[in-house]
C-alpha cells in the first residue's frame, strides 16, 4: 500500500477512532476524512435534548469538536485542540441529522485554524465552530507512517 495523503488520514483515523468513547457514545459517524478535512453526522436523539425540547448546545459543540479533530490529525502528526469558538444560529431538534464539515484554514508550524459549519438534513446552518490546533511534532498517532503534509 502506498501511504498517499489520503490513505494516511484514513488511517490517523481509524487509529483515533479505536479509543474515542465520546464520539461513539453519541452516535457520531465519521463519513469521510481527508488531509485536513472531516465530514461527521448525529442524529439528535431524545437523551439529547435540554429542557427546551431542543439539542443541547455542548452536543452540538461536541459533533463540531470532534470533526475538527478527525480533520487536524490527519496527517499522523498527533494534535490537540487549543482552543475554540462556536455560535448556534438554529435550534436542532429531536430526529434532525446534524452534519458537521470541518476544513483547514490554516497550518504552519505547530498550530492549524479549522472552521467547521454544522446544518441539519435541510441543509440549514445550526452552528459555526472556529477551532485552533496545537501539533506535537514528532509524535505519529500511527507508527511507521509518514508524519506531516505530504505529496501526492
Same mark, same amino acid.
Given at each position: 500500500?502506498?501511504?498517499?495523503?489520503? /490513505?494516511?488520514?484514513?488511517?490517523? &483515523?481509524?487509529?483515533?477512532?479505536?479509543?474515542? /468513547?465520546?464520539?461513539? @457514545?453519541?452516535?457520531?459517524?465519521? *463519513?469521510?476524512?481527508?488531509? =485536513?478535512?472531516?465530514?461527521?453526522?448525529?442524529?439528535?436523539? *431524545?437523551?439529547?435534548?435540554? =429542557?427546551? @425540547?431542543?439539542?443541547?448546545?455542548?452536543?452540538? !459543540?461536541?459533533? @463540531?469538536?470532534?470533526?475538527?479533530?478527525?480533520?487536524c490529525n490527519g496527517y499522523n502528526e498527533i494534535t490537540v485542540a487549543s482552543g475554540f469558538d462556536i455560535n448556534l444560529l438554529a435550534a436542532a431538534r429531536l430526529g434532525d441529522v446534524l452534519t458537521a464539515q470541518a476544513?483547514?484554514?490554516?497550518? !504552519?508550524?505547530?498550530?492549524?485554524?479549522?472552521?467547521?459549519?454544522?446544518?441539519?438534513?435541510? %441543509? *440549514?446552518?445550526?452552528?459555526?465552530? &472556529? %477551532? &485552533?490546533?496545537?501539533?506535537?511534532? %514528532?509524535?505519529?498517532?500511527? *507508527? =511507521?507512517?509518514?508524519? %506531516? /503534509?505530504? =505529496?501526492?
Open positions: 500500500m502506498t501511504a498517499t495523503p489520503q /490513505r494516511i488520514a484514513e488511517a490517523a &483515523r481509524d487509529a483515533m477512532l479505536k479509543g474515542d /468513547r465520546s464520539t461513539k @457514545a453519541l452516535g457520531i459517524c465519521i *463519513e469521510s476524512v481527508g488531509p =485536513g478535512t472531516c465530514t461527521a453526522t448525529m442524529t439528535v436523539r *431524545e437523551d439529547m435534548l435540554n =429542557g427546551h @425540547a431542543i439539542c443541547h448546545g455542548g452536543l452540538i !459543540s461536541t459533533l @463540531a469538536d470532534s470533526a475538527f479533530a478527525f480533520a476544513v483547514e484554514v490554516s497550518k !504552519s508550524g505547530r498550530t492549524g485554524v479549522y472552521d467547521v459549519t454544522v446544518r441539519n438534513q435541510r %441543509g *440549514e446552518t445550526v452552528a459555526a465552530f &472556529r %477551532g &485552533r490546533s496545537y501539533t506535537m511534532k %514528532g509524535k505519529p498517532l500511527v *507508527e =511507521g507512517l509518514p508524519m %506531516g /503534509r505530504q =505529496g501526492g
